[in-house]
Nanobody, 126 residues
């Protein structure tokens, strides 16, 4: 029933900023954590950031201090504000929702209770 749509990705230069968005529809996901993950060709999807139903936030070390995840008051959208983008941030970014667990927020396993959206491509040039 839940549909996830990511948007906002584009080509940017290193050092620039970009905000991408995740919108869930169909039914509420407010009781779940929302996760952002990213994937490059030939690699597994990797954890980027998460926000809990109570707005606690979690980040992979590679983006700490540069990315901020936020959530709307209804709990069904999540934005990822990215600053000082680096070429290694280049990936297709996906969102999903799941329980908040230490494994998922440390990059072990892949959260995703719902069907994946199309993702949004963030490309960072040098």
């Amino acid at each position: 029933q839940v549909r996830l749509v990511e948007s906002g990705g584009r080509l940017v230069q290193a050092g620039e900023s970009l905000r991408i968005s995740c919108v869930a529809s169909g039914r509420t996901i407010s009781m779940y954590a929302i996760y952002w993950l990213r994937q490059v060709p030939g690699k597994e999807r990797e954890f980027v950031a998460a926000i809990s139903p109570k707005n606690y936030t979690y980040y992979t070390d590679a983006v700490k201090g540069r990315f901020i995840i936020s959530r709307d008051s209804a709990g069904n959208t999540a934005d990822l504000a990215m600053t000082n983008l680096k070429p290694e941030d280049t990936a297709v970014y996906y969102c999903n929702a799941d329980l908040l667990t230490p494994s998922f927020t440390s990059g072990v396993g892949t959260p995703g209770r719902f069907p994946w959206g199309q993702g949004t491509l963030v490309a960072v040039s040098t």
